[in-house]
């Protein structure tokens, strides 16, 4: 499993900043999904009664999730299928790994799927001998440099073309030196052309699943590529990775989910390749594989309901919260330290793997709200950051330094008089030492924000004494 | 497995134990009624409507539709569209008992493989079970005479789609299928457009690892 450095949140955020790399990435790519989604969104008016919806169909299957799930497992094995219900990562790993083995498996491929990424499939299977291959193109990259996803929908968000370049001459030697990598399509091919013989070798095919459906029995991927489905299509055995929460109750329950998902996410209509998956090859199919696994993981969710962060359950996953997220947009995905980043990493990650690692990440918000203005299920997100801010206080997570002056502004906000008093030599003392400029370029405990800007100085009059003289100038 | 701790920590946070039976049966209803939710106006249209805004969807996410009276002019239209996209003669085609239907003798220089795709066909011929106007996308699931590898293997993928299958909304496609097909089938892929990523700096690229291009043949009026 990836191992967390949640907790180094400052130095990495730090490292990010000064990484020109990724600075080049994050400045080219941050504008172009926001274009995208405003523009999907404005050409479909019912755009925003389909958020409305989208989440009262996930709260209502939130609430009767033990009822959906039998009914979806039901409808998987009656279709010929096996569900595998898993209480963490470990039993999740152990059930994956038995499968292959049961399939004499050598080679795996992969979908994109986050949640692999959350229970560490790759690693567990590579020590036990099975080479897994990701196939998503983002994915793909990544595996050869060794590197995580900076982005749930968009894997390799924090890369430039050069980079493509560097890694894949280093990784595919029988490339000709005068071969060219001048066009993205000449890296597509590439990469088309040496995965399609691993499409053929695999024993087993390993996707995720963007919903579970409790009237059919069927997984859902949602792709653009269609990996994901060579993935599902061509080995022997299919294994779709997912958690509790994405089961739905009904095909028209999805399909107003699916309405929502690719215009949140990538701008588009719909995405390419939506596919229903229900159970192994039947008689007389031609392709298709012959055994179909579900394994479902609960890892720490179930921990989530009936409680403050139950609405976090909502989330499908669509990105749109990273992708208008200032913090985010500064400091790429690795900063967050885990698998999730961005403002929903922000309130998931402290669930699933404690706020004792993950503490300072509710903390890397500007509390601007976009996030919550775009999220097609109307999760609200920065309402939970601030939940996650309060337990931490509350479990003397929060530094000393941090503690003590927020006990001592409480002490004075307390004592209006006080409060005021102090308030008011506070501005006139600051307005004196600002001189004529009215701006500081410098001032004593407020370095990080001079060292990028300049503060302006108050007028030298409080909000109090301001309000209090207009009330009475107003005043029959 | 942790099939039962998972449904018993799940019903924890909801604090309660199972459903009581009158609950479950209002939800067993809601599965069996599936009822709608919003269907965006713009497909509500009349039947030409829905197959000029179906063609239009199509074209928009990259595809290429190609509009012809009858069966008979099937071969001619795809031996023609072949040629112009510089794309061999030979295709594997779904054994569907439609497209047997189809003069294929016309156009002698045709070379068609009935049966599912391998790695090594340029083109596939796929029998289309439906198409959704309101987002240009056909529904295409899998049986023995519709193989879903035609979907996805070839360089080029040729979906012939009656005219007279083309709905509005994706809801009216999953009530034909449920109509017509009873249980769902082990494959339902929704198509929409032909294969393309965005990984590489963000910037769309036709052609990932499913066909590089899709042309649907719309035979007959809607
Ligand atoms: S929290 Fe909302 S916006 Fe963010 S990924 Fe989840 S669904 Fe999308």
């Known amino acids: 499993m990836q191992t967390a450095t ?3 949140f400052k130095t990495n955020a730090h490292a990010a900043l000064g990484d020109a790399g990724l600075q080049k990435a994050l400045a080219r790519s941050g504008s172009s999904f926001i274009a995208r989604r405003a523009a999907a969104a404005a050409a479909l008016p019912e755009f925003e009664a389909l958020r409305d919806e989208a989440r009262a169909i996930k709260d209502h299957t939130l609430a009767h999730l033990d009822f959906y799930l039998e009914a979806f497992a039901d409808k998987v094995e009656a279709a010929g299928g096996q569900v595998h219900v898993c209480a963490d990562a470990a039993e999740a790993r152990a059930v994956v790994l038995e499968i292959c083995r049961a399939a004499g498996a050598r080679t795996v491929t992969k979908g994109k799927s986050m949640i692999s990424e959350e229970l560490g499939i790759n690693d567990h299977l590579e020590a036990n001998g099975i080479t897994p291959v990701e196939t998503d193109l983002g994915e793909y990259i990544l595996q050869l440099r060794h590197e995580t996803p900076s982005h749930i929908i968009a894997p390799a968000f924090h890369l430039n073309r050069e980079d493509w370049e560097a890694s894949f001459r280093a990784a595919h030697t029988d490339l000709p030196a005068e071969r060219v990598f ?23 095919g390993i996707t995720g699943a963007n919903f579970l459906i409790a009237e059919t029995g069927s997984s859902v991927i949602v792709t653009n590529e269609g990996n994901g489905d060579l993935t599902q299509t061509l080995p022997r055995v299919h294994i779709a990775l997912s958690s509790i929460e994405k089961v739905v109750p009904t095909l028209e329950d999805c399909t107003s989910l699916l309405r929502v998902l690719a215009r949140s996410a990538t701008g588009q209509e719909f995405s390419v390749y939506t596919t229903f998956s229900t159970g192994a090859r039947r008689q007389g199919d031609l392709d298709g594989p012959e055994a179909y696994h579900v394994v479902i993981v609960d890892n720490g969710r179930s921990n989530m309901l009936g409680g403050e962060f139950q609405p976090m359950l909502r989330c499908i996953r669509c990105a749109a919260c990273m992708n208008h997220c200032p913090v985010y ?9 885990w698998v999730y980043p961005g403002p929903m990493g922000s309130v998931l990650t402290p669930a699933l793997i404690g706020v004792d690692q993950a503490g300072l990440l509710p903390g890397a918000s500007t509390f601007c709200g976009k996030c919550e203005s775009v999220c097609p299920v109307r ?98 | 497995m942790s099939r039962e701790a998972v449904l018993l920590a799940i019903r924890r946070g909801l604090r309660r134990g199972p459903l009581p039976p009158d609950q479950a049966m209002a939800l067993r209803a809601r599965l069996d009624g599936h009822p709608r939710h919003v269907i965006p106006a713009r497909s509500r249209l009349d039947r030409d409507g829905q197959v000029a805004l179906f063609a239009a969807n199509v074209e928009r996410e990259f595809g290429t ?40 003798a016309d156009r002698p220089l045709l070379r068609l493989r009935e049966g599912r795709a391998e790695a090594s066909d340029q083109v596939a011929i796929q029998h289309g079970f439906a198409g959704i106007a309101e987002t240009g996308t056909l529904m295409l699931p899998s049986a023995p005479e519709r193989p879903t590898t035609l979907n996805l293997l070839a360089e080029a993928a040729v979906v012939i789609l009656r005219a007279a299958r083309v709905v509005g909304a994706y809801e009216e496609a999953w009530d034909l299928l449920r109509a017509e097909l009873g249980a769902m089938p082990r494959n339902v892929m929704l198509v929409t457009g032909p294969s393309r990523s965005a990984d590489i700096e963000q910037a769309l690229e036709l052609g990932a690892h499913g066909p590089r291009r899709l042309c649907v043949v719309l035979v007959g009026a809607g």
């Open chain 2, 65 to 104: 539709v190609i509009r012809v009276d009858d069966a008979a002019a099937v071969p001619a239209a795809v031996a023609d569209w072949l040629a112009a996209q510089n794309l061999p003669s030979a295709a594997a085609i779904a054994p569907h008992p439609e497209l047997r239907a189809i003069p294929w």
């Open chain 1, 329 to 337: 947009g500064a400091v790429g995905g690795h900063a967050y330290g």
């Open chain 1, 379 to 476: 999760i609200p997100l920065p309402g939970l950051m601030r939940h996650w801010r309060e337990r931490e206080f509350e479990r003397h997570l929060t530094p000393a330094a941090q503690r003590r002056n927020l006990a001592l502004w409480a002490f004075v906000a307390k004592r209006p008089a006080l409060y005021r008093a102090l308030t008011r030599a506070g501005a006139f003392g600051l307005r004196l030492m600002a001189g004529k400029r009215g701006r500081f370029r410098h001032l004593p405990l407020a370095g990080g924000w001079t060292a990028g800007r300049d503060l302006p100085a108050p007028e030298g009059e409080t909000f109090f004494a301001r309000y209090a003289r207009e009330q009475r100038g107003r005043a029959p």
């Open chain 1, 182 to 204: 001048r066009e993205r399509r000449d890296i597509l091919v590439e990469a088309r052309t040496k995965l399609r013989e691993k499409f053929l070798a695999a024993d087993v």
């Open chain 1, 6 to 8: 949640s907790s180094a």
